[in-house]
C-alpha cells in the first residue's frame, strides 16, 4: 500500500532499478509496512522546471494507509535521491497523501 513515484527531468538513470530497490526498503522502514505491499516507480525524461530553470529537478510522492512521517521521509528521501542522481536537495519537492483504507485497493478489494 505504500507507493512512491519519482518524477525527473534527467533523460536516463544508471541503475534505475536499484534505485527502486533502495527506495523500496526505505519506505517500508520509514512505514513499518511490509515490503511485499510496497510500489515504486521511476519516470525519467520529464520536462519540468524549478525556480524557472531547466537545470537537473525530481517531484516525488508518496503515498500510504496512515504511517507517514514528512519531516523524516523527505529528509531520507532527498539525501537517497540525491546520492543517486546528483539532483540538489534543494531542486526536489515532494508531495505525501495519506490515503483512506477504503480508497485503496488491491488484488479485487480495498484495503478497508
Excluded at 500500500?1 to 526498503?25: F, G, R, Y
Excluded at 523524516?72 to 534543494?90: D, N, Y
Aim: proline letters at 6%.
Amino acid at each position: 500500500m505504500p507507493l512512491i513515484n519519482v518524477h525527473t527531468s534527467l533523460p536516463d538513470l544508471k541503475d534505475a532499478e536499484l534505485l527502486l530497490q533502495e527506495l523500496s526498503a526505505e519506505l517500508a522502514k520509514l512505514t513499518g509496512k511490509p515490503e511485499a505491499y510496497v510500489m515504486t516507480m521511476l519516470q525519467t525524461g520529464v520536462p519540468m522546471t524549478f525556480a524557472g530553470s531547466a537545470e537537473p529537478c525530481a517531484y516525488i510522492e508518496i503515498k500510504s494507509i496512515g504511517a507517514l512521517r514528512p519531516s523524516e521521509m523527505s529528509a531520507t528521501f532527498c539525501e537517497l535521491i540525491q546520492a543517486r542522481t546528483g539532483i540538489p536537495a534543494k531542486r526536489i519537492y515532494i508531495g505525501f497523501e495519506d490515503v483512506q483504507a477504503s480508497c485503496w485497493g488491491w488484488n479485487g478489494n480495498t484495503f478497508g
